[in-house]
């Protein structure tokens, strides 16, 4: 059964940071590529982060550029998701997100989600 766990989330004051982990039970884990999207109520859900297979390659959207950073360990079969610098406007759930093949900021190409980790930045 393929599970992603976030872990991370919590509650931090405007200007701080929290890393955010998502553990995956996935065969060939370093078959795919992963991403982060966020979700705040009333809002659709939005593209935060992803990354390629290998690393290599990471594509983040405008609004988190130059504060974010997201990184995979394969060994670990573990995606991570720095946040810096963060707003109130960042308050979210936040779901990790596995495809198998490329790292997409589309989330209907996504094949498989975590349950999401609660994110409150407050002002």
């Known amino acids: 059964q393929v599970q992603l766990v976030e872990s991370g989330g919590g509650l931090v004051q405007a200007g701080g940071s929290l890393r955010l982990s998502c553990a995956a039970s996935?065969?060939?884990?370093?078959?795919?590529?992963l991403g982060w999207f966020r979700q705040s109520p009333g809002k659709e859900r939005e593209f935060v982060a992803a990354?390629?297979?290998?690393?290599?390659?990471?594509y983040y959207a405008d609004s988190v550029k130059g504060r974010f950073t997201i990184s995979r360990d394969n060994a670990k079969s573990t995606v991570y998701l720095q946040m810096n610098s963060l707003k109130p406007e960042d308050t979210a759930v936040y779901y990790c997100?596995?495809?198998?093949?490329?790292?997409?900021?589309?989330?209907?190409?996504?094949?498989?989600w975590g349950q999401g980790t609660q994110v409150t930045v407050s002002s």
């Open positions: 997100a596995a495809d198998l093949g490329i790292a997409t900021s589309t989330f209907e190409e996504y094949d498989y």
């Open positions: 996935l065969r060939n884990f370093d078959s795919y590529g």
């Open positions: 990354i390629t297979w290998s690393g290599g390659t990471t």
